[in-house]
């Protein structure tokens, strides 16, 4: 499959890519769901409002940052814009990667073989291990993406060059030296900045797009999942607040 990030790049200017981003943003922002009824889903399996529970979390968090990138492409405050669409991508590839725990604990017919992936979707930590599970590797939910997108790793890891201070994200974008003076200019999109832009609002919009490709489909999965949950359940559980 062709990486749609580089048909973007190619296809579409900053302006267009921009107004795309930005017409995604105001539909998803539309939508955004304002709970969850974990016994309206099942009476006797807490495993579906897990579930839902992370997919909406992620739905508002997608919202937030993306639109915040948005924000700061406007104003060509184009590190800070990138370093926030990398976070809207590992976001999206997160609810990827769920979409794909999800299926397959439906095709095997093993419903609880998820929840050890819940729980470290919904609790991960790093820095309280002694009584909430480790965190998935951000990673882990790009390579997902990579499996089946081809090329989602190569725009991750374009994204981290100028998130990371490394040259792109700072001698190239903020200073120019001139040859043969001795002398760095600095100043923002001192070199010009089309390139960069579009690098950070095509994978906004692939980020936008692996969203709704992995949102929607969780969704039609929900049914088979619940009926698996109750056929495997024998007692009726109580829906988790995480506390």
């Known amino acids: 499959m062709a990486s749609p990030s580089s048909e973007s790049a190619s296809n579409n200017t ?14 998803l922002e539309a939508a955004l769901p304002d709970g969850v009824d974990g016994y309206g889903l099942s009476q006797r399996c807490k495993l579906p409002f897990k579930v839902l529970w992370y997919r909406e979390a992620m739905f508002w968090r997608t919202v937030q940052l993306g639109k915040s990138a948005l924000e700061n492409f ?23 990667f769920l979409s794909v725990k ?10 609880a073989s998820i929840d050890p992936d819940l729980m470290r979707l919904l609790m ?38 100028f998130a990371h201070p490394n040259w792109a994200g700072t001698a190239y974008v903020f200073s120019k030296p001139e040859p043969g003076s001795g002398i760095a200019r600095f100043g923002e999109q001192i070199r010009g900045a089309e ?12 980020a936008l797009m692996v969203f709704r490709m992995s949102y929607e489909p969780i969704g039609d999965l929900m049914p088979d999942f619940i009926r698996l949950c109750e056929q495997n359940s024998a007692t009726p559980e109580e829906p988790s607040n995480g506390e």
């Open 14 to 27: 900053p302006e267009l890519l921009l107004a795309e981003a930005r017409e995604q943003l105001r539909q």
């Open 74 to 96: 406007d104003k060509d405050k184009l590190v800070s814009a990138i370093l926030l669409t990398r976070a809207t991508v590992e976001t999206c590839a997160a609810l990827w």
């Open 102 to 111: 999800l299926k397959a604990s439906i095709e095997s017919r093993a419903a």
């Open 124 to 161: 991960g930590s790093k820095v309280d291990q002694d009584i909430l599970p480790p965190p998935v590797n951000v990673l882990s939910f790009v390579d997902r993406v990579e499996k089946d997108i081809p090329g989602f790793r190569r725009h991750y890891d374009r994204l981290s060059e």
């Open 195 to 206: 390139n960069v832009r579009t690098i950070g609002l095509s994978n906004l919009t692939l």
